[in-house]
């Protein structure tokens, strides 16, 4: 694995809607700009090397950074990819989207639900929109959020951007009912 950079991201949500949060969310990202591992070769039918070659250890590198930026615990979490224009949308599918990435994030978090995704091809300073879920119960509407994010200078054509993202609370002020008040 080849990476470039990695950026870090933490914004800390103070008030909504005219009122303070109590307590303080954390939210944190951390991004990898890498060299895209099937860039240059063509339709890969088989991207199982690249993966293997791959996600296991960009997950090890993303995951504990995500949870020291956070600087407290994780309630939400969610994985992005955007690749370079010069490959394939599933070339960031194959990465984020195998246990061999995402444990690493589950293990760390001790976090029990999948982590939702967003993929998408793109160019330098295309804007992630990373889908965030509670981290234990994917049905905890006060936790699904978006936290948008860019790296001005990421992906070049033949780079993939991945990243992880995290927060210590759901939306700040939210007030939606439980789900099971609908079922």
Do not use: C
């Not at 099937?38 to 293997?52: A, K, N, R």
Request: hydrophobic share 40%; aromatic share 4%.
């Amino acid at each position: 694995m080849n990476i470039r950079k990695i950026t870090t991201v933490t914004e800390e949500i103070l008030a909504e809607g005219g009122r303070r949060t109590d307590p303080v969310i954390t939210v944190a990202a951390v991004a990898a700009v890498i060299e895209n591992p099937w860039h240059g070769q063509g339709f890969v039918e088989d991207l199982g090397s690249g993966i293997d070659a791959t996600a296991s250890e960009l997950g090890a590198v993303l995951a504990p950074r995500v949870m020291e930026a956070l600087g407290g615990t994780l309630e939400a979490y969610g994985k992005a990819a955007i690749v370079g224009l010069s490959g394939e949308i599933e070339h960031g599918s194959a990465l984020i989207h195998t246990l061999k990435f995402g444990n690493h994030f589950r293990d760390a978090a001790q976090a029990s639900t999948l982590l939702p995704a967003v993929e998408k091809r793109g160019e330098a300073g295309a804007v992630f929109d990373i889908p965030l879920k509670h981290f234990t119960d994917a049905t905890i509407r006060s936790h699904h959020q978006t936290f948008e994010w860019r790296v001005a200078d990421a992906p070049h054509p033949g780079e993939i951007l991945i990243a992880l993202a995290g927060s210590t609370g759901g939306r700040p002020q939210q007030r939606l009912a439980s789900l099971s008040t609908e079922q």
